[in-house]
């Protein structure tokens, strides 16, 4: 399993930073959906799910978080900690995220709009679904 870690150009200079998501360009899909994911409590995994189709890119822009990614052959640890890099994740990956600093806020960009249809939530029917 190949890590796809985006980086993205960051713009700007003496005032600050800024960087620029656009669809089909440095994000690698039409961008239906943007969630964001904050306040977890201390100690807490999140995630536990693959999906059937769904794209996503995952960007920590503020804090950081890991992430366990398992294409049901090998399990693979990123850490995101700079607001600089995306996560590219496509369809049938287990992902779990841990470790989140207290200060994270970890922004999905989904190639879709919610479906739970599009969801696999038990790992070992994640197994038989990749087979
Ligand atoms: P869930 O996938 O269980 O996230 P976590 O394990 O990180 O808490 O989603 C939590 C709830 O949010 C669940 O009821 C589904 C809902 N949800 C949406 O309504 N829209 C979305 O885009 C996402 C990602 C989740």
Redesign the pocket.
Known sequence: MEIELIKFEVKGGDRGSLISLEENKNIPFDIK?V?Y?FDTRPGVR????AHKNLQQVLICVSGGCKIMLDDGKEKKEVELFSSANGLLLNSCIWREMFDFSPDCVLM?L?SDY?NEEDYIRNYQDFIEYIK
């Open positions: 959906r969630y994911i999140r995630g536990f799910h999905v989904a919610y």
